[in-house]
């Protein structure tokens, strides 16, 4: 019978005699709901230029997450009184598409966490972009959220990145950005959305791996400085991780457009 209840609280919280137990985010075997070890990312997947009519375009997976971002720019800017005389204008708009969640809900465009969540997303990547080639220009980057299981804030700068090197738009360096957790006493990767609805210390980072530079370090709940050191040093273990597939991709399609070239040329 022990055995039995420990495997129901595996999977959710379930009361037992009157009293509700806590769900088991890391079984005694060491493995996580979803069968990763503690510090494994989910399995990662990026696909450049799928959408032909923007500039750049890029789809980041991971899991279960799915984030599609769109670059148009660098062009002339919009609004001639906005643009900068010496650097480009950046400008963000995340969203996430209404069946991205189980919550069937109606999302307004322009709510106040989307907005947020684009202003964070923006600041982090004019760090990586070198604006400065690109003075009295506009870019414009799109980012929707097309299925939302956990980290979609790193999995939105991982999908915009890939974007804007698919636009030819200049980078210092790549930048990535990977989650990690402290559940159950033990530091998670890349937290999934049961996880992160664990109520445990979570960090965001966004790292450029070349230059071994954080632009973005967020937390939600707190802990002590036991706790996130551990944790803070695996999210930036999970940026270089993510930094290496999406350096595949982009290789994989500068050969690919290298390819098609030379058979126009013939």
């Known amino acids: 019978a022990r055995s039995a209840a420990r495997d129901k609280s595996r999977v959710g919280t379930h009361r037992e005699g009157g009293s509700r137990r806590r769900m088991e985010y890391v079984s005694l075997e060491g493995l996580r709901l979803d069968g990763r070890r503690p510090k494994e990312t989910r399995q990662i997947r990026c696909q450049m230029s799928v959408l032909p009519n923007a500039d750049g375009s890029a789809l980041f997976e991971a899991g279960n997450t799915k984030v599609l971002a769109a670059v148009y720019g660098p062009r002339e800017a919009a609004n001639r009184s906005q643009s900068l005389h ?18 069937r809900r109606r999302r307004t465009k ?73 559940l159950d006493g033990t530091p998670l990767l ?31 709940n707190k802990a002590t400085v036991d706790v996130f050191q551990p ?26 457009l290298a390819a098609t070239r030379a058979i126009e040329a013939l």
């Open 110 to 182: 322009g709510d106040r966490k989307s907005v947020e969540m684009g202003l964070v997303i923006k600041q982090a990547l004019e760090t990586a972009m070198i604006t400065e080639l690109l003075p009295r220009s506009q870019v414009d980057i799109n980012i929707q959220v097309l299925q939302a299981d956990g980290g979609v804030r790193a999995a939105a700068i991982n999908a915009a990145v890939l974007a804007i090197a698919d636009a030819g738009i200049p980078l210092r360096d790549t930048l990535a950005a990977c989650t990690a957790g402290y």
């Open 190 to 220: 890349d937290l999934n959305y049961l996880e992160e609805g664990g109520g445990g210390p979570e960090v965001y980072v966004a790292l450029q791996p070349n230059l071994n530079k954080v632009v973005l370090l967020q937390m939600d």
């Open 231 to 256: 944790v803070h040093e695996l999210a930036m273990e999970g940026c270089r991780v993510t930094a290496g597939v999406m350096r595949e991709a982009m290789l994989k399609q500068t050969r690919s």
């Open 86 to 103: 010496d650097r480009a204008l950046v400008q963000c708009e995340f969203s996430m598409a209404s069946f991205a969640t189980g919550e």
